[in-house]
DNA sequence: TAATTTTATGTACGCGCGTACATTATGGAA
DNA sequence: TTCCATAATGTACGCGCGTACATAAAATTA
């Protein structure tokens, strides 16, 4: 080594054990006059961690995923935390086919941990979930819940949320309200049912029951799949039946804008003579006229708060964190209410 | 090993030399047996490539960089392509201060090349620039040009975009036709004023002249900085001069929703009493009353282009390409004009 | 001063792969 | 059968770091 030493070239940089400032000085300054830089890769071989966060997201060809407000303010939040804490951030596209390679991810050591985004419950996935939890991976998933496994999990309060969108149209005097659910394969889908039934039933609109799907009238309930376009389609079914609703709750913002331009074409005023609430709160939510009724769902704080939990039993000094409650592993946010003009239309 | 060969199983992972069918099987099964899995960093260290590309993002504090439409494209471009090549995908996050630390990212080899978005055209950025190309790092900046270099460029044609955008306000009978343009360190800024100014002159609106901006009547020009806020705020401003106005070309679309919103905010009905044109055509463009003209770009497929290209020269049989021209390094992309209802108004 | 602990530094090795080179099987042609 | 070209496989080493252990220097104590 340039300096004086050599293998404490490594204790200097990486600050470990005891060392004499003057040497620790000396060897930064021939580090700095050879103009050395540490090979990252050669570190984290010789480590034995990769020192990246893989985070996971589905591959759906033709929809570019990045441009949907959900999956983007979740990578911003992991982006974050990420940075914060020094790590590299690797994207992964799931691919079509295959849903249980996530083991290759950890296997291949690429990744330290990883975050799963936009999954659904399916037996496949379940399998390939389960799969990493027992070889001991960290990982985390977000905005999916999988009921009966204690996997950790960002969620936010959807049933809660769902509630609140509902209530606050029955209070606006709305009573026959309708909902645009997204897929049952997203927990969230049934978390928002479970809301819009309660708000209902509390309202005595509709008979308290122990099956949930029995208790909402089939002409009230639609199924989309969050595309804006599944909700303009969405609008032209309930308009058959206009005369029987007067507003819809929709399970997401792009759905409810569908239904607004649906209903709209259909020469029905959104806001006037229907009302319509969405959920997200997305940017969209603000430049539509009117301007719409939407839950707010903080996806940044729950990806960084993701990423923190990922990353903190990914850490070398975490040992088996087992300690951890099934409880403690699903994190619920709150989600608010944000009232726009498209929901206040029926007493004003 | 297992079956019967040592190193030789490198080969047959790696399909290089000669080697007889059945130990290529034989070790196959022997892998798939014992349920071997090559260490990706391992491998990353003896070939010494990282195999990722590393994807340079503007970290700007509460600006949710993913969100925005542009950002999202090119980034659907790019892990579009980097899959089908099998790379990798780092994200990294520009830091606030420091803005020459791309060099970093190639010293230590944690990617083999990289596509840097949301540059500006400053000194620092510039010499950050010239440094990495000196040093002969593949990279390739996106919907950004540095006059007088000649860096790997995807950019598309804004002046062009532009021009079109104004020449069809102007057909629609549109004749004092202001302009909102973007901040000038963004190159497209600048390509998109001469697109305005060019038509406008043609048009024999504006007097021919050498400075560019002097052609144009100071209450015609207003400068935002791409958010909805800044349109929204431009909006009142040339409201004062609302008699002698009756377009407004926006230079994206977030700041002429913003621009709609506002004119709607003070009185005057957007496609009506002003008509307003946008550029990117974003989702937004399809959802605001009445929609949206707008200049369509194919960020997604500049994100992929880039990608190629980065990756092709970063590639272990790519020596220098110093073959390639200034001219074939930048690629120009077509836009196109989407034209909506905001914009039809004159004479219907 | 010698013995002992504490602190600082050097030595040696291995992480798991790719690969240049050496070596051995294989198959023809002479 | 002999010789040589080619195909197939084995051997050995190094990539650049971290780190356990050995060693040397300094500080403390007896």
Known sequence: MAGVSEATVSRVLNNVGPMKEETKRKVLEAADQLGYYPNAIAQSFARRRSGNLGVVLPYVPKVHIFSTYYFSEILNGIGEQVRELGYDMLLIFRKPGVDNSYMDLFRSQKVDGCILLGTTDSP???????????????????????????????????????????????????????????????????????????????????????????????????????????????????????DRID?????????????????????????????????????????????????????????????????SSAAPGAKEQEHSTPAERLIRMDTKLVIRSSSSGKHA
């Open 124 to 242: 496949g996935e379940r399998k390939a979930l389960k799969e990493l939890e027992a070889a001991g991976y960290p990982f985390c998933l977000v905005n999916q819940h999988f009921e009966g496994e204690h996997f950790w999990e960002v969620d936010a309060d959807h049933e809660q949320g769902a509630y609140e969108a509902v209530k606050h149209l029955l209070d606006e005097g709305y009573r026959r309200i309708a909902f645009l659910n997204g897929p049952p394969e997203f927990s969230n889908s049934i978390d928002r049912l479970r809301g819009y039934v309660r708000a209902m039933t509390e309202a005595g609109i509709f008979q308290p029951g122990i099956d949930i799907n029995a208790s909402v009238p089939r002409e009230w309930m639609e199924a989309g799949n969050y595309s804006r376009t599944s909700g303009y389609e969405a609008a032209s079914r309930f308009f058959r039946n206009k």
């Open 247 to 311: 507003a819809v709750f929709a399970a997401n913002d792009r759905m409810a804008i569908g239904l607004m331009q649906g209903f709209r074409d259909l020469g029905m005023q959104p806001g006037r003579d229907i009302a319509i609430a969405g959920y997200d709160d997305s940017d969209g939510a603000r430049i539509t006229d009117p301007p719409l009724t939407s839950v707010s769902v903080p996806f940044y704080r729950m990806g960084m708060m993701a990423a923190r939990l990922v990353l």
